[in-house]
């Protein structure tokens, strides 16, 4: 059974830039949730989608949006980079709509913002 | 101010030690769940506990929920190379949102 993939891995902005990123969730799992992991904040919830529909988003500005799609593939776009942007990007699917579910995470995408 | 504080924040050990990490919160959880990341990973699922008082034993790994469901640690026994991670805890949003909220980790680093 194949894992939750994110794509790209590694990418390389600069201020004022937008990034989208990938995640394809377990087959099967419906919800797809999204985390910023810092050194110094850890990880912070971004938000999470179920069946297309945004269930849940966390206090990040409004640059920071995603979608999900007929297929459950989900994507997030930040726009206008700051420097402070910089962290790796989790995405995390589940086959349980409500959070408390067991989270299963890919392997991130690690942005940096220069 | 984080809803679920963990401590220490860093812990680096001999082989063969024994170690304790604390997940603390002033909130009752209905669940709280313990993952493991290690470098260039995602997190993984170790263990979630829901029954306050509850212990569960995985291989050398002892978990233990808070009779008040507000509090669990994690306790390895004899810890290994293999064990270096970054250890979280995680529960349910008690505002009911359903967001699953994240402790700030511990770094365990164990030296051969």
């Known amino acids: 059974k194949a894992g939750v993939t994110q794509t790209p891995r590694y990418l390389i902005k600069t201020r004022g830039q937008q990034v989208t990123l990938s995640c394809s969730p377990i087959s099967g799992h419906r919800s797809v949730s999204w985390y910023q992991q810092t050194p110094g904040q850890g990880l912070q919830f971004l938000f999470e989608?179920?069946?297309?529909?945004q269930r849940n988003k966390g206090n990040f500005p409004g640059r920071f949006s995603g979608r999900q799609f007929s297929n459950s593939r989900s994507e997030m776009n930040v726009s206008t980079l700051e420097l402070g942007d910089s962290a790796l990007y989790l995405c995390?699917?589940?086959?349980?709509?409500w959070g408390t579910g067991e989270l299963f995470f890919g392997e991130g995408s690690r942005l940096t913002v220069l | 101010t984080q809803l679920l504080e963990q401590s220490p924040q860093f812990l680096s050990i001999q082989e063969g030690e024994n170690l304790t990490v604390y997940c603390n919160s002033s909130s009752v959880f209905s669940s709280l769940q313990w993952y493991r990341q290690e470098p260039g990973e995602g997190p993984v699922l170790l263990v979630t506990v829901v029954t306050g008082g509850e212990v569960k034993k995985l291989k050398r790994l002892t978990f233990q929920f808070g009779d008040a469901r507000k509090d669990s640690s994690l306790h390895i026994t004899a810890a290994q190379t293999g064990d270096t991670g970054l250890y979280l805890c995680a529960g349910g949003d008690p505002g009911n949102t359903g967001k699953l909220i994240f402790g700030q980790g511990t770094t365990l680093q164990v030296k051969p």
């Open positions: 989608y179920f069946s297309e529909t």
């Open positions: 995390a699917s589940s086959l349980r709509q």
